[in-house]
């Protein structure tokens, strides 16, 4: 058995070639993300087409029945809303797709400086960012349905509990983050 030297440790491996494709494998490995990429890419072009096909449905269904009052422009309101949720979504299985293919597959990926991302922090990081508008939105529609004060406040005081926790978690990321990159600069 041949001992390589990695980093000051003794590594035991078997034989050059044995090293060669297990190295080869593990290299290749990361293509098997492309998986998750698709997955998550077919996800987002379904919710957008399922939206848009939603609203196209809402404006005929407003057409169709014709009527001008405070409670169709509700219907209309809530109904938005909650199209609107549909797209948060299909945006942050789009997030994850550019996200998950520039970390695995290319790094260099032409898309605009708000979608690059370099590490899997900063991608939790994007994440965190829509799911808070995504539970806003939520929160919206809630709101807006239940029209009354029945459980809107527990509701309210959950979703801001969670919207906190993520910032919390965003906010000690982000520092543990540029802790652990000032100690690799030193």
Do not use: C
Not at 37 to 44: C, K, N, T, Y
């Amino acid at each position: 058995m041949v001992e390589e030297e990695q980093g000051g440790t003794p590594w035991p491996i078997g034989s050059r070639d044995d090293a060669t494709w297990l190295r080869r494998l593990f290299a290749s490995s990361r293509y098997f993300v492309i998986l998750a990429v698709i997955g998550s890419f077919l996800a987002a072009v379904t919710l957008y087409a399922y939206g848009a096909l939603l609203v196209i449905q809402v404006i005929l269904e407003t057409i169709r029945e014709y009527r001008i009052s405070l409670e169709g422009a509700k219907h209309l309101q809530i109904s938005f809303i909650q199209l609107t949720d549909v797209f948060l979504l299909g945006t942050v299985l789009f997030i994850v797709t550019f996200g998950l293919y520039q970390l695995f597959i290319q790094p260099n990926l032409p898309v605009p400086d708000w979608l690059k991302i370099h590490s899997l922090d900063q991608l939790t990081g994007r994440l965190i960012e829509v799911v808070g508008v995504l539970l806003s939105v939520i929160f919206l529609a809630f709101a807006f349905e239940s029209g009354s004060d029945f459980g809107l406040l527990e509701f309210g005081v959950s979703v801001a509990l969670v919207v906190a926790a993520l910032s919390l978690l965003l906010v000690a990321s982000h520092r543990l983050g540029t802790t652990h990159r000032q100690s690799h600069d030193n």
